[in-house]
DNA sequence: ACCTGAACACCGTTCAAGT
DNA sequence: ACCTGAACACCGTTCAAGT
């Protein structure tokens, strides 16, 4: 046979895949190199030709995470009506961390030290200079970085609360994570005096 | 000697004394119960006396977490000034993330299974009860479940972002954490007409 | 850019037998 | 409510020697 049991040039991306799938069924600490490797049919030692550690695996899906982040933003706001900018740009920030929770997670979780995977800094803020300019429109001048600061801020604790399960029951009315994260979202533009 | 090796009742506070100090020095996969006993010059099964297992003495640090976070916000509100009441309460659930990191973001980063535990979900429920009657105390009745959301998705991503240092240079003008966060909230109770 | 296979120090957890 | 000590399966990481 030509093919034996070798790989090819695509190890590193199944390495990523397999290793947000095993984050998303088993968590955090059942990520290991070994069983990631198993799962690939590679041999346990194999990861090692694309990552230097574990922590470099991580590193590489939270630098991943964040390019997500940033084009599911832009594309949102690219699709929304005109005045409806700024919530459409929540609604990504709260959906992506609904949709990949595993990802979004391990991207804020401090387990990952950004001094030691640089490149982590850099794209997480470009994403934040995307809205910076965005609420500048929206809002004019006035307090800008505590206007930025505060929307990040609000979508962010949204986003991981909902993640928790850790809105009641009785706050829900049945509504989705989704609906929920619309209509506060709604909310608190109206109550900002501008909807 | 009458005092063996033997050690006390208190081992279990130990424990949970030294896992939070661990945590804080070398993050959440460095905390190994074989690692704490040895600190405590415990042999290394002694920590099963306390807690079946390793999730178990995390779940122990999250409720204590709980507990203390509640404390703070309530003796925050309580030794405010009128209508700064709910400043206050945010600021000090900004200040506890920001004074016990390790422990806040173990508290929010779904590691430990609620559901395994239940005696967490009991007590971050009666924190944010408390946080409910003063809102409707505060903002008055229509839409108070989204505003509590809201005001608790903003001070816990507020805490989420300083904590991670997301927050970059050119929005801190040079301000402590304490103060940005200070700027932020006042910044929004203004924005939304009542300061 | 992969393979096999050995090796090391570490871990959670379980057990047996003590005080 | 602790102790010692053995045991097991697992892990990250490193190495040597291959294709």
């Known amino acids: 046979m030509s093919t034996s049991t070798y790989h090819h040039g695509d190890l590193r991306r199944q390495l990523l895949t397999a290793g947000e799938a095993l984050l998303v069924e088993q968590g955090l600490s059942s990520l290991s190199l070994r069983e990631v490797a198993r799962r690939l049919g590679v041999s346990h030692n194999a990861p090692y030709r694309h990552f230097p550690t574990r922590d470099a695996l991580l590193a590489a899906l939270v630098e991943q995470g964040y390019e997500d982040l940033a084009q599911r933003a832009k594309e949102a706001v690219s ?12 609604l990504a920030y709260v959906q992506f961390a609904l949709d990949r929770p595993a990802i979004f997670r391990l991207m804020f979780s401090g387990e990952v030290d950004e001094t030691a995977f640089p490149q982590l ?3 997480s803020l470009a994403s934040l200079m995307a809205s910076t300019e965005a609420i500048a429109d929206a809002f004019g001048e006035e307090q800008l970085h505590e206007a930025v600061i505060s929307a990040w801020a609000l979508v962010h604790g949204l986003a991981q609360l909902l993640l928790d399960g850790q809105v009641p029951e009785a706050m ?3 509504r989705s994570d989704r609906q929920l994260a619309e209509a506060v979202l709604r909310s608190m533009a109206f109550a900002l005096g501008r909807h």
Chains 1, 2 share one sequence.
């Open 172 to 174: 829900r009315s049945g």
């Open 79 to 90: 699709g929304a009506a005109s005045g409806e900018a700024m919530i459409a740009r929540g």
């Open 121 to 123: 800094r850099a794209k």
